[in-house]
């Protein structure tokens, strides 16, 4: 089903104010370099899916998701601050995999070329 554009409008705003909140929000604490991928909602706007991508190892990544998820209420707080609409939608933080994807298919194509060579 196509997105309106109300919807869009609203994934767009999440997703530059969220990147700002969690920019300063993570700034003083020990975390890898965390970042937001994508922003998905779904069509009446009550769950927003946030994409996050972390630069480390699988605990690191653990450590972060964890540490928002339960920080999802204070987010939300900041959130709702910075957007005008009439309810916020719920936040689930989610691993983007993408980066890992495209690593395993890079190894992939190094290995062909190293195959292709030695033959």
């Known amino acids: 089903m196509k997105k309106s554009l109300r919807v869009k409008r609203v994934e767009e705003t999440i997703f530059k104010q969220l990147s700002l909140i969690l920019e300063n929000y993570l700034r003083d604490l020990d975390f890898p370099i965390t970042t ?22 699988k605990l690191q990544k653990e450590k972060v998701l964890d540490y928002l998820t339960q ?8 959130l709702a601050g910075k957007i005008r609409i009439k309810y916020m939608p719920d936040l689930e933080f989610l691993e983007d995999t993408s980066i890992d994807m495209l690593n395993k298919i890079e190894k992939i194509i190094e290995a062909e070329k190293k195959s292709d060579q030695d033959n």
Do not use: A, E, F, M
Not at 36 to 57: A, E, F, M
Not at 71 to 78: G, P, S, T, V
């Open 36 to 57: 937001i991928v994508g922003v998905n909602s779904d069509p009446g706007l009550q769950l927003v899916k946030v994409k996050v991508s972390v630069y480390g190892d």
């Open 71 to 78: 920080k999802k209420k204070h987010i939300r707080y900041l």
